[in-house]
């Protein structure tokens, strides 16, 4: 695992998300190309991306995304219910770092609206809210037994309550607030090197009892399972985790930069 956890009042740090191009919404590449053309300090994989699995240079991105206040990506009800649930929620951090776990408004037709009051300013979404005021809130199948379950039963491994998509243990990514949303954390597992993976309920659980973490989301994983760090001697940014996809990482839709250079 490889954990960062950063505060967000501390002078000097800022965010970026990984901007729109092209002809879709975004270029793919890898969190190490995004976090080193933009010198930063850290950054993680983002967004879950379509089309996938694909060698396309471009792609769309799953849910509410925002770059520098550009909002380039709406919720929606994405093809693969199995895995994220429908208008899943989002990270949002504004120009002043003030961090918002934030929901899509059902009042507005567009999507690129949330009901709480912030500017929506640098935005990933990700599978689902896997804690949610401090409690595991890994989402469920719609049966018989759970009527209002997020997911639909179905996918590639014909996914349900008995074989979720949540308990394959895989590399993952997670992002979490702290109670009073001032400390944001950021996580990754392996499924290479020695590690096992996680399954999602593993991840929250420890956020929530090691971490502080009040509220949290999963992020895109397995191949796409990226956190880059710079050498705070050398400036030298790499790759810290093992990628289960090639060892500079999978070119991915999105990624979170962070920028925290000491003085």
Same mark, same amino acid.
């Given at each position: 695992m490889h954990i960062v956890q950063i505060d967000l009042a501390m002078p000097g740090v800022r965010f970026a998300v990984s901007p729109p191009r092209g002809s879709r919404e975004v270029v793919r590449q890898t969190t190490l190309e995004y976090a080193d053309a +933009? %010198?930063?300090q850290?950054?993680?994989n983002g967004h879950f991306f379509l089309p996938f699995p694909s060698d396309d240079s471009e792609a769309w991105v799953i849910g509410l995304g925002a770059s520098?206040?550009?909002?380039?990506?709406?919720?929606?009800?994405?093809? &693969?219910r199995y895995a994220i649930v429908a208008d899943a929620a989002a990270l949002n951090i504004d120009s002043d770092n003030h961090a918002r776990i934030v929901h899509r408004d059902p009042a507005r037709d567009d999507g690129r609206h949330v009901v709480e009051a912030v500017t929506l300013w640098n935005a990933v979404s990700g599978s689902a809210q896997i804690v949610t005021d401090g409690v595991v809130t890994v989402p469920v199948y719609r049966d018989e037994q759970h009527p209002a379950g997020l997911l639909e039963p179905g996918g590639p491994n014909i996914y349900s309550n008995q074989h979720s998509w949540y308990d394959v243990a895989t590399a993952r990514t997670a992002v979490?607030?702290?109670?009073?949303? &001032?400390?944001?954390? +950021?996580?990754?597992?392996d499924v290479r090197g020695g590690s096992d993976g996680m399954r999602v309920g593993e991840v929250a659980d420890l956020l929530v009892k090691e971490y502080q973490v009040w509220n949290a989301l999963n992020l895109d994983g397995g191949g796409s399972t990226s956190m880059v760090l710079e050498d705070p001697a050398t %400036?030298?940014?790499?790759?810290?985790n093992r990628s289960s996809d090639n060892p500079a990482g999978r070119s991915v839709g999105s990624s979170l930069a962070v920028f925290a250079r000491v003085p």
């Open positions: +933009l %010198h930063a850290v950054a993680i520098g206040g550009s909002v380039f990506s709406a919720f929606e009800t994405p093809e &693969q979490g607030l702290s109670r009073d949303n &001032q400390t944001l954390t +950021l996580f990754t597992v %400036h030298t940014l790499a790759l810290v």
